[in-house]
């Protein structure tokens, strides 16, 4: 069976709930391998909810559906505060990534309490933001960046990221609307292990079956480096 957009593969997958610093409930999902423990942990930060970002956004989803079977994944997804998906809606208002903080911390601190294996942060364009303005803690081994626009999050930020020291990679799309491969290298280059790697022909919102594939893969090269390149067919 050839993997299309919409295929949906076996995992055990649970709803979740996360309980932040500050009082609130955040709804979520997190999705297993069928019938094995995970390798390791994906915490996926998605894009900016008052421009349609949410758990659900199409890569996270397509992650979700397809990771635990093809990579032995664990695909942790959740909305940040105000923010609703089929899932629910998480309490709290949206505050343009600053109490977000305790959203990033609550996803953490989950991961951690159950026991979830070699932890990775994934940020789309404002999830980006999160993951570099709140995403090093000890327990993170290394955070992948899709579409990264370096406007809430600044050099601070990047400097901050380089004293931590674990691996960033920034996925940057070719026609990307705020950030476009070589500024991206330009601006990466004061964290001196960052890899910005461009994508001929994508734009922002990785649009297209051919990219969500490039993204699934770049993702599995770097945490899970055995299980790459993902199969194409199952």
């Known amino acids: 069976m050839e993997i299309r957009a919409a295929t949906v593969l076996p995992a055990r997958r649970e709803p979740i709930e996360l309980h932040t610093g500050d009082g609130l409930t955040l709804v979520?999902?997190?999705a297993l391998p069928e019938d094995?423990?995970?390798a390791a942990t994906l915490?996926?930060?998605?894009?900016?909810?008052?421009?349609g970002g949410f758990m659900d956004s199409h890569v996270y989803k397509k992650a979700a559906n397809r990771l635990p079977a093809l990579a032995d994944l664990a695909v942790l997804r959740f909305n940040t505060r105000g923010t609703s998906s089929d899932r629910g809606t998480s309490e709290g208002t949206f505050d343009?990534?600053?109490?977000?903080?305790?959203?990033?911390?609550?996803?953490?601190?989950?991961?951690?309490?159950?026991?979830?294996?070699?932890v990775w942060v994934v940020g789309w364009s404002f999830g980006s933001e999160l993951a570099l303005k709140w995403g090093h803690d000890p327990l993170v081994e290394g955070?992948?960046?899709?579409?990264?626009p370096l406007h809430r999050a600044n050099e601070t930020d990047l400097d901050a990221w380089a004293r931590f020291g674990r691996p960033l990679i920034a996925l940057v799309p070719e026609f990307d609307d705020y950030l476009r491969p070589d500024e991206a290298r330009r601006r990466f280059a004061r964290v001196p292990q960052a890899e910005v790697v461009g994508v001929e022909g994508a734009k922002h919102l990785w649009v297209g079956e051919p990219?969500?594939?490039?993204?699934?893969?770049?993702?599995v090269r770097r945490v899970v480096p055995d299980r790459h390149p993902l199969p194409t067919e199952v």
């Open 28 to 30: 979520g999902e997190l």
């Open 211 to 219: 990219y969500v594939r490039v993204v699934l893969n770049e993702i």
């Open 96 to 118: 343009g990534g600053e109490d977000e903080r305790f959203d990033v911390a609550a996803a953490l601190e989950y991961a951690e309490f159950h026991d979830l294996p070699r």
């Open 143 to 148: 955070a992948i960046l899709l579409s990264p």
């Open 36 to 38: 094995r423990p995970p």
């Open 43 to 51: 915490v996926m930060l998605h894009p900016l909810p008052t421009h």
